[in-house]
């Protein structure tokens, strides 16, 4: 049972959602006060069944969808918001990222291995490989094996596997700062979030956070880092020196807060509650929610666009993906 008061926002947002689930509609939500107005539901793609990770082309032309209910890539043209081909991607595709000099590196959530589409190459990597954490400047990518409770590096341009390090029980998508030093890993199972040093391996913190941990994000400065606590219904933020909780919130989320994507300028953060259909808008300075939108059944990822001025959320009960107008940075 969730641990939170209904509000009568929330109560509309209810109401928005059920007969959008009913009519195929979106809708955006009465703000709270504070969110800008050029946040906006733009349209929702049908892709394919139980829709996860989502990357672009390097010119942003083209949104790579993994389905992982129909083993399959969706590749939607962002301009027209059509699909335009399904590429078999092994069995049960979780995310993907781009691999240098093209190709796509895709995780099998059911298996143990990492595959490419266009090769025979196979990593293994632990059992439940899941999303990758966002690629830093140096070309590394990182994913969490969510039943092997490891931590991986790629690197991108070697193609190769170069480091895996231990995480607490069942490790749900980190964040790694921009130099690549520290990652930051929510443990699901534990209610802690690991910081881990990446230069040697080391576990510097365990912080206990919440139940439930199930996604987070560095702030731009990477001060902070804001975690999603699924099971308590609440944000924490976590200093980035210190390793300990120092803000707590919970009004205006959704059911199941699942994960926090930075907008490109850093100024808010998108929260999809996986519990309902909403997302939640978060200022990240004033650390408070400032409003919702409605989006599909389930949103279960959020990744910006190229342009900076779009987010795509996939909905895995929908089976779509929702396409949300950002600010200007």
């Known amino acids: 049972m969730q641990n939170y008061r209904l509000t009568n926002h929330d109560v509309v947002a ?34 394919g069944r139980a829709p996860h990770g989502i990357r672009f082309s390097s010119d942003g032309a083209r949104a790579f969808v993994a389905l992982s209910g129909d083993d399959s890539i969706a590749i939607v043209d962002t301009r027209s918001l059509r699909v335009v081909e399904k590429r078999a991607a092994g ?66 341009a070697r193609r190769a596997v170069i480091a895996r390090h231990p995480t607490g029980r069942r490790p749900y998508p980190g964040d790694v700062t921009k130099n690549g030093k520290l990652a930051f890993v929510p443990n699901r199972t534990d209610s ?5 040093n990446l230069n040697d391996g080391r576990t510097l913190a365990t912080t206990l956070v919440c139940e439930r941990p199930e996604g987070g994000a560095l702030t731009e400065d990477d001060a902070w880092y804001v975690v999603a606590c699924g ?67 389930k949103p279960i990822v959020v990744r910006m666009h190229p342009d900076g001025r779009r987010a795509f959320v996939s909905n895995e009960d929908s089976g779509t993906v929702t396409i949300v107008r950002l600010p200007a940075p």
């Open 192 to 196: 802690s979030v690991s910081v881990i």
């Open 91 to 156: 069995k049960t595709p979780l995310d993907l990222v781009a691999l240098d000099g093209g190709d796509w590196l895709v995780t099998q959530f059911r298996g143990d291995e990492l595959i490419t589409l266009e090769s025979s190459d196979r990593w293994n990597v632990g059992k439940g490989p899941s999303l990758f954490s966002p690629r830093t400047p140096d070309g590394k990518a990182y994913l969490v094996s969510e039943f092997a409770d490891t931590l991986t590096v790629v690197d991108l």
């Open 231 to 297: 099971g308590s219904g609440e944000l924490a933020y976590i200093s980035a020196t210190s390793y300990q909780v120092v803000t707590r919130l919970r009004e205006g989320l959704g059911a199941r807060p699942f994960s926090v994507a930075m907008t490109p300028d850093g100024r808010f953060s998108l929260v999809n509650n996986a519990g309902d259909s909403t997302v939640s808008v978060l200022d990240v300075a004033k650390r408070r929610i400032v409003g919702q939108l409605v989006v599909g059944q």
């Open 14 to 47: 209810r109401m928005l959602a059920g007969v959008c689930a009913l009519v195929g509609c979106t809708a955006s939500l009465p703000t709270r006060g504070g969110m800008p107005a050029e946040f906006a539901v733009e349209a929702t793609v049908a892709v």
